[in-house]
C-alpha cells in the first residue's frame, strides 16, 4: 500500500514538473511574440561629390542656352568661343576643368555641348584625370551632335595616362563598324596619341599602334587620323612603311600617305619605289591638288631618293608644269626645280 503511495506521489510530482517547464516555455515563446522587433538602422547613402558649378561657365551656360552644334561637332555661338577662351586662359585650373567635365551629364543640351567645348580648351595634362568622366558622358549621351563635341574634346588627352586604354580601342574598333561614327571614331583614337605628349613620353602602346594600323581600311576622317598617327610609331617603322606604301598605290589616300613616309625620312625607302610610280601617274595625268604638292615637297626636300626615282620625278614634273594652269602653276614649276 505504501509503495502503492509512493508510486503515485512520484507521478504527481513529475506530471507537475512537465506543466511547469511547458508552462514556462508558452510565457517564453509569449515574449518572444510580443517583443518588437529589431529595427536596423538603414545604410548610409553612398557618398557623391558635388561639383560646384563655377559661377563664370555657369553664366556662359546660361547666355548659351540656344548654341547648337553641327553633325562634326562644332558651334559658333558666341558663347562657346567665350567659353572655350576660359578655360584656355586658365588651362592648368583642375577645379574649373572638374566644374566643366561633371556639366556634361546637365540635362540641357546646350549645356552639355559648352561643357564640351570646355574641355577643348584645357591642355592635356588637365583633361587627363578627366578622361573617364567624359568617356563616360559620352557614351550616356543621345544627341548625336552633342555626341561627337564631346569624344573630340577629349581627342587630345592621354588614354593610356588615365587607365582607359583599353576601353578606348574596344570603343573604336565598336564605332569604326559604323558610318555615322567615322569621325567620333576618329577623335578618340587620337587620344591614344598625344603628340606634344610623347616628345618626353615613350611611344603608344602596342594595342594603340594595333588598333591605328587596322583603321588604315576604313574610309573618311578616321583613315586620314590613322595615317597620320602611324607616323608616330617610331618602334614600328618597318611595319608602318610597308602599311602606308599599300595604302598610296590602293586608292585616292596617296598624298597623306607619302606625307606621313616623308616624316619617317629614310626608314620607308625600301617601299618608296610603287609609290614613286603613283606620283609619277598623277603628275601626268595632271591630278595634283594642294595637299598633293606639299608631300611631293616633303619627300623631295626629307628623303634621300635614288637617282631612278629622281629621274622619274623629274620627267613627269617636266609635263605636269606644261599641263598645269592658274594657282599650281608656280607650285609645279617649284618642284620642277628642286628635282
Not at 518572444?32 to 547613402?45: E, G
Not at 567620333?184 to 610623347?198: I, N, R
Not at 588604315?216 to 595615317?227: E, T, Y
Request: glycine content about 4%; aromatic content about 4%.
Amino acid at each position: 500500500m505504501l509503495k502503492t503511495l509512493n508510486t503515485l506521489m512520484s507521478l504527481a510530482c513529475l506530471a507537475l514538473l512537465i506543466f511547469t517547464v511547458g508552462c514556462s516555455q508558452d510565457k517564453s515563446q509569449d515574449k518572444q511574440k510580443i517583443k518588437p522587433p529589431k529595427v536596423r538602422s538603414a545604410d548610409p547613402a553612398p557618398k557623391v561629390a558635388v561639383v560646384p558649378r563655377d559661377p563664370r561657365i555657369a553664366e556662359l551656360f546660361t547666355a548659351g542656352k540656344d548654341c547648337s552644334w553641327n553633325e562634326s561637332g562644332f558651334t559658333s555661338c558666341e558663347a562657346a568661343k567665350k567659353i572655350k577662351k576660359l578655360a584656355f586662359q586658365n588651362q592648368s585650373d583642375d577645379k574649373l576643368a572638374a566644374s566643366c567635365v561633371s556639366a556634361l551629364r546637365d540635362p540641357k543640351p546646350s549645356t552639355r555641348g559648352l561643357a564640351a567645348t570646355c574641355m577643348n580648351g584645357f591642355n592635356d595634362r588637365t583633361r587627363i584625370p578627366h578622361l573617364a568622366a567624359g568617356l563616360d558622358a559620352f557614351e550616356a549621351e543621345k544627341e548625336p551632335t552633342i555626341r561627337v563635341a564631346i569624344a573630340c574634346a577629349f581627342s587630345s588627352g592621354n588614354a593610356r595616362e588615365s587607365g582607359v586604354e583599353e576601353r578606348v580601342i574596344a570603343l573604336v574598333r565598336k564605332l569604326a563598324a559604323e558610318p555615322q561614327d567615322n569621325r567620333v571614331a576618329a577623335c578618340l583614337l587620337d587620344s591614344m596619341f598625344p603628340q606634344y605628349l610623347l616628345q618626353a613620353t615613350k611611344p603608344p602602346s602596342k594595342a594603340a599602334g594595333d588598333v591605328a594600323l587596322e583603321m588604315l581600311s576604313k574610309a573618311g576622317s578616321l583613315k586620314a587620323r590613322a595615317i597620320e598617327v602611324v607616323g608616330l610609331l617610331s618602334d614600328r617603322k618597318p611595319e608602318v612603311c610597308a602599311a602606308l606604301a599599300k595604302v598610296a598605290t590602293s586608292g585616292d589616300s596617296w598624298a597623306p600617305a607619302l606625307d606621313t613616309m616623308a616624316n619617317l625620312r629614310d626608314a620607308c625607302l625600301a617601299n618608296l619605289d610603287p609609290v614613286i610610280d603613283v606620283v609619277v601617274q598623277a603628275m601626268n595625268e595632271n591630278k595634283y591638288n594642294t595637299w598633293q604638292y606639299q608631300a611631293t615637297r616633303k619627300l623631295i626636300r626629307n628623303v634621300p631618293l635614288t637617282k631612278a626615282q629622281v629621274k622619274k620625278l623629274a620627267r613627269a614634273s617636266k609635263k605636269l608644269v606644261r599641263q598645269v594652269k592658274g594657282v599650281f602653276k608656280d607650285s609645279a614649276k617649284e618642284i620642277n626645280a628642286s628635282l
